[in-house]
């Protein structure tokens, strides 16, 4: 069982910074890929990034503007997001997954002004 505890959302306006932090619980955390999701009101939630021992991925709707990287050493998963844009407004999900075993944490919300 792992457990994920996101932290860092806000109210920003466009064009700022935020930075997500998820810290997960459980020995085993370098085994596992660790992600972010969004979901805006009214919409399906969607990938943002991902990122495993190996590699990562990221939407090509916030290439260049968010990047992802995680710290073993502090089973923390971050996620720095610049130049942000009244659409990135949603609730940022932490998700880790390791074979068949996925966990999500409880969401925090990013709201971006304009």
């Known amino acids: 069982q792992v457990q994920l505890v996101e932290s860092g959302g806000g109210l920003v306006k466009a064009g700022g910074s935020l930075r997500l932090s998820c810290a997960a619980s459980?020995?085993?955390?370098?085994?596992?890929?660790m992600g972010w999701f969004r979901q805006a009101p009214g919409k399906e939630r969607e990938f943002v990034a991902s990122?495993?021992?190996?590699?990562?991925s990221i939407n090509e709707s916030v290439k260049g503007r968010f990047t992802i990287s995680r710290d073993n050493g502090k089973n923390t998963v971050y996620l720095q997001m610049n130049s942000l844009k009244p659409e990135d407004t949603a609730v940022y999900y932490c998700?880790?997954?390791?074979?068949?075993?996925?966990?999500w944490g409880q969401g925090t919300q990013v709201t971006v002004s304009s």
């Open positions: 990122i495993s021992w190996s590699s990562m």
């Open positions: 998700n880790a997954r390791l074979g068949a075993n996925v966990y």
């Open positions: 459980g020995r085993t955390f370098m085994g596992y890929t």
